[in-house]
């Protein structure tokens, strides 16, 4: 079996470094916010480019503290819209929603799979104050069209890096192309923890105080509570964890684009049966996932799974679609919902081989 993701084989690599991180956090005696999290913002905020990074519990923390902040900055309020592509992962939605403004769904481009900015300016109202980019799948957004668009109708821009770390916009990276950024180390994602953790980068000082503050009680002095905080922090054991990952994050990505790089030649779509993603810029995708697209989706997954190759739907339900979003439910949004039906993920990985790769590509292929 070619599996979708062998994440035990990809901990393994690292075991030796990971166990003398985890013995040192043991030996320290600090298990929350101690040296390895200060050590971890600084390389991260480094290697992203950025000013700030704040260690958090989640993904979804990081993106859900991002607003919350700007909230008690008096720059959200209860009323106000944040755009956000139709297609991506629920946990985008869910930070806007669970700080109780509301999202306003914009449909992807089929193509790209990515927020499709054409159909960004005619979503904006006088409540709108934001523009939630995703960059999904690994491939950065169209951001300086983003950028442009923010600009003029005065919006901050939030990007949801979750799976996309290390990738580029021109020369920036990903966490310091808009106003703030939220990260995940959920175990499967590029830079991936060995539990949860999340991260928010920005360089915006205040917003990062405010933000750290909130996920720490809402105190910035022991005792003295100025917000109504949360606890989400990056524990010590996670981030050693992350330091050791993060020195290998460029190599398993280069491997990553190996991969991919094979797919896109390789993959023949005759018959129109297979459509691969449109790419502009191979060298910044960081390929979290590498998903095509098949009318007859759930057909090539049942073939590809009799001759032993794993693959996932992201995502099989829209969003929209969702019990919990039952308000939603009679949207209509078209691309959003052919991408739902027609999206499978191909394996893909930093220790997969280019054997493994080579015979999906012949299974594949042989798919009519
Ligand atoms: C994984 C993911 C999140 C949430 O991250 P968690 O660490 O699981 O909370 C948010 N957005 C996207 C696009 C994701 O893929």
Redesign the pocket.
Known sequence: MISFLDLKKINQEYRDELIEACSRVIDSGYYIQSRECNLFEEEFSSYCGVEHTIGV???????KLIIRGYKELGIFNKDSEIIVPAN?????IL?ISDSGLKPILVEPNIDTYLLDVSKIESSITPKTEAILV???YGMVSQIDKILDIAKKYNLKVIE????SHGAYFKDRRCGNLGDAS?????P??NLGALG???AVTTNDSKLADTIRALGNYGSKKKYEHIYIGVNSRLDEIQASMLRVKLRYLDREIEHRRDIANYYLNNIKNKNKNIILPKVEERKSHVW?LFVIRSERRDELYSYLLSHNIQTVIHYPIAPHKQMAYSKLNGLNLPITQRLAKEVISLPISSIQTIDDTKKVVEVLNGFS
Do not use: C, E, P, R
């Open positions: 519990g989640s993904g979804l923390d990081a993106l991506t992962y629920i946990a985008s930070a995703v960059h999904l949801d890096s979750a799976q939220g990260f995940s180390f959920y499967t994602k949860d953790g999340g979290h």
